[in-house]
């Protein structure tokens, strides 16, 4: 896919690389297909079979991004681009992030909701008396919701200790990215590759960690994802944000890999930045989170 | 000009189309009125108040629009030889035409706030109901007395079908109303055990959702006797166009009158259910009373024929359970399943009523296991299940 | 060739004639594409299509709902037919015919080469032939589709929903994806793909009204994404977000819809505004009126829309002092709207009116969007929708404000650009035929059912009581008609594309002004690869 139909004008300030047909949106667009109807019929109907189909999905997903991005990589290097095309994609990014700030607010809204107005109506307040009165006589609204109104009880997950340890090892796993992305516009190299490799690393120490956090509550704190609204709200607020840190830290080793290639310049580093934007994104979710979440 | 002749010409033509199409369609006799209705309380007759002065004011601002824009369409044509004006803005006209939408805004706002506030005041209530949806029927109980009933659909399926001529209150009519005072502060406490529902009478203008899990509060007062009939309004599944309301509000002594024989009848019921244990019924009476008792409690959801509706609810005609296990089968009917859509049947029907239909699932559709079940034995399984 | 528009393109068209070669071969051209106006078609043909589909599932509504009693289909499968038509017709009819618009026109209209990032533009379209084949899919599986209405209120979506919930959940989330990559598309296009000299606010009001649009969509989608995956853990995955029992709430699950919900419904109307400013001007021959207090206006009620979410919500039981702040804030969206209709009268008066199709469409627009606007500003008094909700009354005023306002304003367009998307103008005698059934039928069809709602009909019921019975055979037969009317659509729009009927010149519009319309019709595969000048 590399003939491009490439329209310049005399103009250098306002050329725009418009690029040719390219197999990978369809690509894309059979892979999403696959991942949603091996997802949907695994969930509905519990066949292993289905799994294949998700995963199938999956490899062709990543074999698109890979295909995808190498062209855009191709390109950017053969100098096809302009400032102006650089400006398209950082903020085609911004909004995209705006995007998942706006997926996030769904659940912290729905965690919001349950505090301020679910629970506490259900125990009694507001203009629903009767229905603690009627329906729910022992329930005592307390957030943390460790006793759920129909019974069902468990522990919440304390902020000292492990996700205390994650705050920290995010909160410096951004200053070591930023501290790379600096070097990389200073055009020290050795400086990048220690900044970003330390954050990849933090990343993975992060996620181990989190992974520990979710075995601990399974196995010793009866905290599970169906014990009611804490754990609901507990297990995918952190788990989707925990998916981002994955995605994240994925983007970022592969940036490693490109700039042990000798990919960006000081000028011109489109994709480290996304990448880096992304992973302060994931980091300030983190920190709402531990306050929302966690401490309070 | 002759495009607007043209459009009159079309719009007399569908017109008369509109007139022929009601004149062919004459099926029922029954007329529908074309307004809201102002119902039978202050609070109804409010609402329709602020339904006619909104409505007034939206058809005159739209009157004065259009009339603008037609006079435009009329005059300011280009086969009439007017030319383009070139004006684009104008600030005076513009700010004027927001600040009077807003100042008209503001004296809907006022009588709507007055009327909302009167109306979510449940406070001091002459009599409380819980009202209770649950897939496809209400159940009232009348607080500080000893009443309570569920209240179902009684146009029939032959009707629905149209096997059978429907009668006058077709899809709104049920087999036990219920029964208000006139004159009195009511109060329901409406709630759900299962979907949302939601419980409107028209002539009362309240409309209130039954939210699973929680109780929300409305109240009336009626001022007139007679019969008022609503209808669930809130999707709630299959079968949510045959959850009707019929209520009867009648004078306080009649009502009064009502309420004892209810309590009666209630104490009547429990010393039956004691002599029905010791009664055994022989199979053919099982199977008439079980398939009535199918039929209006069962079929809705198993299908009249037993075989459910694949994916949804299953069949009963061949079920394992229904054919093999008593003790499974009555479980279920007793208790329900909890986190489905198979209810609880303990509460809404009799000992006799559940030994019928259970015996009846058994024996119906080429289930043939010869089984009869008796109210002792139901008794039983039930006693057994709250050890 | 221009005239003595302020806008001179600085570039003969001729002298780019070299760079139009279309790829050839059907799976290159339609497949693989980058090219926006490719992409555009594929969107329109596509919503076009979705438009019959969820159409013939009205036809299937209205052919139960002829005559009391049933008698085509069970309940069960009549919920379906509600679901899925209201589905289709919102997220593949409406949303990608507006799309569609946007990708053939605001790059023609901002003088930019193609859309800002044009092959995850064809992916955005691509996703969603794969989205509704999921979600057709449903209704052939076991148990059924999904059949708790559009708007999936828990618990009816989860505990009570059939097997195939989880498909009907990820293709929402398909949808999702690709609106939300189409939306970033248009906002980068329009900020960051002006032809130098094209300030903001040159920009013409169909760009406008998409850029705000555009931010409504990336703001609400990943909202209807959490809503949908939340449904999913509790159907499957033993969450209890709504359900009382584990100290969730059936209620919050409508907050978190309609936090998406209403928005949604300004997605589907803004653009129409844009259209309807665009044909007002050019058929009056005169400026439109108020610009700036159009923008204004389009972005007050993108900013309100954010603030109303609960009047779908009045009879939830929610205390009465977040009753009052909705309905205020939902009273005070008519401002901005009224605006906009005073302005379009305004740019008629005085003018010098002709009266094409496009312009017929953009006059039904205008009155018929204002009598569902009046409906829903009825809607927003509390108290008084305690009786209208969940009625036909309720029906009858989205339906004025969706099929005579926002499929209308497509309509419009359609006629209106059809000449420069195909280089034909289409043919005026069955287009005028066109309209005037679908003015008539569809008045016929949705305001009869104003009484009904008034009367205490119920929506979303398969079966009614007797007294319902003359005007619902009304409505049917008006819905008969309005579908048949749009095959009259179907054939006007085959014959364009297939070139029969006149050639049409590069402005085949007397009194039109914008970029578009510098060039020659059909506009070229690739245009403004240098960017024009504006002046
Ligand atoms: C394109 C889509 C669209 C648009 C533009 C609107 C516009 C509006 N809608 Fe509508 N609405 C829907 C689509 C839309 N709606 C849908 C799909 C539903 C049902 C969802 C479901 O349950 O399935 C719904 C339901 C709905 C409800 C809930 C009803 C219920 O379920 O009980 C309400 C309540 O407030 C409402 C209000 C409004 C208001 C106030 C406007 C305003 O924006 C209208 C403003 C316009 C005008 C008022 C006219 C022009 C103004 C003037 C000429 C100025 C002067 C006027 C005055 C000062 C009066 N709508
Ligand atoms: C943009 C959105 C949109 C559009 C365009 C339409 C278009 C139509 N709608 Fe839709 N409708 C909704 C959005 C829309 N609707 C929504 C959101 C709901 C709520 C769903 C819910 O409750 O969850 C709804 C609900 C709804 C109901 C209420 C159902 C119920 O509550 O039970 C009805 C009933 O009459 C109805 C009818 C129609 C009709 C007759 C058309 C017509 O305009 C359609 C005309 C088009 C065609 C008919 C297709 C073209 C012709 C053919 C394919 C050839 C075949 C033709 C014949 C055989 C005559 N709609
Ligand atoms: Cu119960 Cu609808
Ligand atoms: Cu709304």
């Known amino acids: 896919m590399s003939s491009s139909a490439q329209h310049q004008s005399s103009d250098k300030a306002t050329n725009y690389y418009v690029p040719s047909q390219s197999i990978w949106p369809i690509v894309g667009a059979v892979g999403l297909f696959l991942m949603a109807l091996g997802a949907a019929m695994w969930i509905a109907d519990g066949a292993a079979q289905y799994s294949w189909l998700l995963f199938f999905g999956a490899v062709i997903i990543v074999f698109m991004l890979f295909g995808w991005f190498g062209n855009v990589i191709t390109e950017s290097m053969t100098g096809l681009y302009s400032a102006q095309m650089d400006r398209s994609f950082r903020q085609g990014m911004s909004w ?153 830290t994925i983007i970022l080793f592969v940036l490693f890999c490109r700039v042990l290639k000798g990919h960006f310049t000081p000028a011109q580093h489109f994709g480290f930045q996304a990448g880096s934007w992304y992973w302060h994104f994931v980091d300030v979710v983190w920190l709402c989170l531990f306050v929302f979440v966690y401490i309070l | 000009m002759s495009q607007l002749n043209l459009c009159l010409l079309r719009w007399q033509w569908g017109c008369l189309l509109v007139c022929s199409m009601l004149y062919a369609t004459q099926v029922s006799a029954k007329s529908m009125p074309f307004n809201l209705t102002e119902g039978v309380t202050d609070i109804s007759q409010q609402v329709y108040d602020l339904h006619m002065t909104i409505f007034i004011i939206c058809c005159v601002i739209g009157l004065v629009v259009f009339a603008a824009m037609f006079w435009a369409i009329i005059h300011h044509r280009k086969d009439k030889g007017a030319q383009a004006a070139q004006f684009h803005e104008n600030t005076k006209v513009e700010i004027i035409w927001t600040a009077i939408p807003f100042v008209i805004l503001i004296g809907m706002a006022i009588p709507a706030t007055k009327t909302l506030i009167a109306m979510e005041d449940p406070s001091n209530a002459d009599l409380t109901i819980q009202v209770t949806g649950s897939q496809w029927k209400w159940h009232y109980k009348y607080f500080g007395h000893d009443v309570e009933f569920y209240s179902l659909l009684a146009s029939r399926q032959d009707q629905i079908h149209n096997q059978k001529k429907k009668r006058e209150n077709y899809l709104l009519e049920v087999d036990y109303p219920l029964v208000l005072p006139v004159g009195k502060k009511v109060r329901f406490l409406v709630t759900s055990e299962d979907v949302i529902h939601s419980w409107w009478v028209p002539a009362f203008a309240v409309k209130k959702d039954a939210n699973p899990g929680f109780i929300n509060e409305a109240w009336t007062r009626i001022n007139e ?30 009502f009064d009158l009502w309420l004892a024989a209810q309590q009666q009848k209630a104490i009547e019921a429990k010393a039956e259910e004691q002599t029905m244990l010791a009664m055994s019924m022989d199979m053919d009476e099982m199977m008439q009373l079980g398939e009535q008792v199918y039929n ?52 809404q029907l009799t000992l006799k009523e559940l030994a019928a239909v259970i015996g009846y699932e058994r024996n119906a559709w080429g289930n043939n296991t010869g089984d009869v079940i008796q109210p002792a034995q139901v008794k039983a399984a039930m006693q057994q299940k709250d050890q | 060739m221009s005239t003595d528009a302020a806008i001179n393109t600085g570039v003969s068209d001729d002298a780019h004639e070299h760079h139009d070669h279309k790829p050839s071969g059907f799976f290159a051209r339609w497949v693989l594409t ?35 009693g049933l008698q085509l289909v069970e309940p069960n499968f009549f919920n379906q037919m509600t679901t899925v038509h209201g589905l289709i017709m919102v997220f593949g009819a409406v949303m990608p015919a507006f799309v569609g618009l946007a990708n053939w026109m605001i790059p023609v209209m901002i003088g930019a080469p193609d859309m800002a990032l044009p092959r995850m533009n064809n992916w955005s379209f691509w996703i969603l032939p794969f989205a509704f084949s999921l979600m057709l899919m449903t209704l052939f599986m076991e148990g059924g589709g999904p059949n708790f209405g559009w708007t999936f209120y828990a618990p009816l979506s989860t505990k009570y929903s059939p097997d195939s919930t989880a498909v009907f959940v990820f293709a929402v989330h398909l949808m999702g994806i690709s609106s939300i990559m189409g939306a970033i598309n248009v906002i980068v296009t329009i900020v960051n793909l002006r032809a130098p000299g094209m300030t903001m606010m040159k920009l013409p009001l169909f760009v406008w009204t998409w850029l705000i649009t555009a931010f409504l969509l990336i703001a609400v989608m990943p909202v209807l994404a959490g809503a949908v995956t939340m449904v999913l853990t509790d159907k499957y995955f033993g969450t209890s977000f709504f359900d009382a029992a584990g100290g969730g709430d059936p209620v919050m699950f409508q907050h978190i819809f309609w936090f998406f919900g209403h928005p949604e419904v300004y997605i589907m109307i803004l653009p129409s505004f844009g259209i309807i400013s665009a044909i007002i001007p050019t058929f009056s021959r005169k400026p439109l009126f108020g610009y700036a207090s159009m923008v204004y206006a389009t972005a007050s009620i993108a900013g309100l829309s954010f603030l109303v979410w609960a009047h779908h919500m009045f009879t939830t039981g929610m205390p009465v002092a977040a009753e009052l702040f909705f309905m205020y804030c939902t009273m005070l969206i008519s401002v901005p709207t009224g605006v906009k209709v005073f302005n379009w009268v305004a740019t008629m008066w005085r003018g010098s009116l002709t009266f094409e199709v496009p312009m017929l469409f953009a006059i039904a627009f205008i009155v018929l969007f204002t009598i569902g606007g009046f409906s829903g500003l009825m809607l927003a008094i509390t108290p008084v929708d305690f009786q209208y909700h969940d009625t036909y009354f309720v029906v009858a005023h989205f339906h004025y404000v969706l099929v005579s306002g926002a499929i209308f304003s497509i309509m419009a367009a359609s006629y209106y650009w059809l000449p420069k998307w195909t280089g034909y103008m289409y043919d005026d005698y069955l287009a005028k035929w066109h309209f005037w059934c679908s003015l008539i039928s569809v008045n016929i069809l949705f305001f009869p059912m104003h009484f009904l709602g008034l009367a205490g009909m119920p929506r979303r019921i398969p079966d009614y009581a007797l007294q319902f019975a003359n005007v619902n055979a009304v409505v049917s037969i008006g819905g008969f008609a309005f579908g048949l009317s749009q095959l009259i659509f179907l054939v006007v729009v085959i014959k364009c594309m297939r070139g029969k009927g006149e050639r049409a010149s590069a402005k085949p519009w007397e009194g039109a002004e914008g970029l578009e319309w510098e060039m020659p019709s059909p506009a070229p595969y690739h245009t403004h690869t240098t960017p024009p000048e504006i002046k």
């Open chain 2, 225 to 254: 006797p007679g019969i008022y009939r609503g209808q669930c309004a809130e999707l709630c599944g299959k079968d949510h166009g045959f959850m009707p309301i019929v209520v009867i509000a009648k004078p306080q002594e009649e």
């Open chain 3, 34 to 68: 980058t090219n926006h106006k490719d992409i555009g078609s594929l969107y329109l043909l596509f919503s076009f299509a979705m438009f019959l589909t969820g159409g013939a599932m009205a036809m299937v509504i209205r052919a139960e709902l002829f005559q009391p």
């Open chain 2, 296 to 347: 209006k409690h069962c079929a809705a959801c198993h299908q009249p024929n037993g075989e459910g509706l694949a994916g949804v609810f299953p069949a009963l005609k061949g079920s394992q359970m229904v054919t093999q296990d008593v003790a499974a089968h009555i479980d279920i009917v007793v208790n329900g399943k909890s986190g489905t859509a198979m209810q609880a049947f303990a509460k």
């Open chain 1, 96 to 248: 995209f992030i705006f995007s998942e700030v706006m997926f996030f607010l769904a659940f912290f809204g729905a965690l919001f909701y349950a505090r301020m107005i679910a629970v506490p109506w259900l125990g009694g307040a507001g203009n629903n008396g009767m229905t603690h009165e009627l329906l729910w006589p022992e329930f005592v609204a307390h957030w943390p919701l460790v006793t759920t109104p129909d019974g069902t009880t468990t522990t919440a997950m304390p902020w000292q200790g492990l996700p205390l340890m994650n705050t920290v090892i995010l909160l410096v796993s951004s200053v070591t990215l930023h501290y790379g992305h600096v070097s990389l516009e200073k055009g020290r190299r050795t400086e990048t590759k220690l900044g970003l490799g330390l954050t990849v690393l933090l990343g993975i120490i992060f996620l181990v960690l989190q992974v520990e956090e979710y075995i601990h509550a399974y196995q010793e704190m009866g905290l599970t994802l169906s014990s009611g609204l804490y754990g609901n709200t507990f297990f995918l607020l952190t788990g989707f944000h925990g998916l981002h840190v994955t995605l994240g």
